[in-house]
């Protein structure tokens, strides 16, 4: 047995924001779409809550490492290594333009920090606490190096808060035996890596793993905590159902994510653009899909909008999900209405896939007679995966999987249907 621990310490508890790298948001919701059965498990049986923390824990390693190595990572270094405005003022010794320089590379939203060194003086260094440093060569046009930098794309407190909604527990990074990043707050001094523990009354059954502080590369260990009553919820008859029922249930807040709080973001920015409300207002079609075009260069991957007398202009990609309906307003008056996503199919393939090793087939409505009602859009397995079931074990080329089904909602309407394979064994 682990050993049992109790705090009376205050903290407030993490808000749960669903979000990735890659920006995940969105909030919590009842295990959906699960394959297997859910069986009332002692929590005097660890093999359940050790089941579902060490699948959590993997799942937020893999959200860490998108501050490691990822295409994350590689934009920011090319924003840095090819910014023409920091090698000048490198190359001139300039801290105050440098300082601009790096300024704007934040402003980006592609990094949170970012340290620029020349020989044995730091010309700059901005933003926060973080993890994950980076380490780069500036050069100049001849190829030789000016200066070296450092960056990150992960501020603590971001990890934090993205890693507690993924998870929909508590993160706490914790360093030199104390917590940091304004996170849960655990007890000072040593804490085991694994156990459980109580909190404000409440009993956490919790794990962690090793992260890097920014810029040192000094230890943070990132302490994931689960009540063992959220716990209880995703236990299986066995170990692979429990695993099963916990990346179901990420899996369907990935989707839902897709139409929380960063969604809402966007539906107030349509509704405010000036020149989208005075085409819709004059019925102008092609003034409508202008200014839709000028709307889709933040976020959003398709928009599709209506006046009072019908569709004026639908611009995106094909296949878009988890839409979300809006009115149009001007003067206090309806002027019309609008569809808009922020994900597409490849990017809710690319989330499941990254962040929790996942394979990924949507399947959209068809009426075509070869098609059994229903057509395959976007495939991250392999070829010719056959026919697929909605749940249960599934083998493709000599590989094991555990199949569920996300119930998703294609754009503008109807039904698209996301068979999420889970390897077995997962690791």
């Known amino acids: 047995m682990v050993a049992r621990l109790r705090t009376?310490?205050?903290?407030?508890?993490?808000?749960?924001?669903?979000?990735?790298?890659?920006?995940?948001?969105?909030?919590?919701?009842?295990?959906?779409?699960?394959?297997?059965?859910?069986?009332?498990?002692?929590?005097?049986?660890?093999?359940?809550?050790?089941?579902?923390?060490s699948t959590l824990s993997s799942v937020l390693q893999r959200t860490y490492r998108e501050g490691v190595s990822s295409e994350r990572t590689a934009s920011a270094e090319a924003m840095v290594e090819g910014s023409p405005a920091l090698r000048k003022a490198v190359e001139e010794g300039n801290a105050g333009a440098a300082r601009q320089a790096a300024k704007a590379l934040l402003a980006t939203g592609h990094m949170t920090d970012i340290e620029v060194i020349k020989g044995a003086r730091t010309l700059v260094s901005v933003g926060g606490p973080a993890l994950s440093p980076l380490h780069g060569a500036l050069?100049?046009?001849?190829?030789?190096?000016?200066?070296?930098?450092?960056?990150?794309?992960?501020?603590?407190?971001?990890?934090?808060?993205?890693?507690?909604?993924?998870a929909e527990g508590l993160v706490d990074l914790r360093a030199g035996g104390r917590s940091i990043a304004g996170s849960a707050q655990l007890p000072s001094g040593t804490l085991a890596t694994q156990g459980t523990l109580s909190r404000h009354e409440v009993d956490y059954q919790y794990t962690s793993f090793t992260a890097q502080a920014y810029p040192s590369g000094g230890p943070v260990q990132v302490y994931l905590l689960k009540p063992l009553s959220d716990v209880q919820a995703l236990c299986g008859t066995s170990t692979e159902d429990t695993i099963v029922n916990t990346l179901t249930h990420v899996a369907n807040l990935i989707y839902e994510g897709e139409a929380g709080s960063r969604t809402h973001v966007q539906v107030e920015r349509v509704q405010h653009d000036r020149a989208l409300r005075l085409a819709v207002s004059h019925h102008d079609a092609p003034a409508t899909r202008a200014a839709i075009i000028g709307l889709l260069n933040h976020h959003i991957v398709r928009l599709r909008v209506s006046d009072t007398k019908g569709l004026l202009s639908d611009v995106g990609g094909p296949y878009v999900l988890a839409p979300v309906t809006a009115k149009l307003h001007a003067n206090g008056r309806p002027i019309g209405n609008f569809v808009l996503s922020i994900q597409d199919d490849e990017g809710y393939l690319r989330l499941t896939h990254r962040l929790a090793g996942l394979d990924v087939l949507m399947y959209m409505s068809s009426t075509r007679p070869s098609s059994h009602g229903q057509v395959l859009v976007k495939n991250s397995l392999g070829p010719e995966p056959g026919n697929v079931p909605a749940s249960g074990p599934y083998s493709y080329r000599g590989k094991g999987f555990r199949v569920i089904t996300v119930h998703a909602k294609a754009f503008p309407s109807g039904p698209l249907t996301i068979r999420v394979l889970i390897p077995t064994p997962y690791s």
Request: proline share 1%.
């Open 8 to 53: 009376t310490s205050t903290a407030t508890r993490i808000a749960a924001a669903l979000a990735v790298l890659l920006a995940l948001a969105g909030c919590g919701a009842a295990l959906k779409g699960g394959s297997s059965a859910h069986a009332s498990v002692s929590l005097a049986d660890e093999s359940c809550p050790e089941a579902v923390l």
């Open 139 to 166: 050069k100049n046009a001849a190829g030789a190096t000016i200066a070296t930098y450092i960056l990150s794309v992960w501020a603590d407190n971001g990890f934090a808060s993205e890693g507690s909604g993924l």
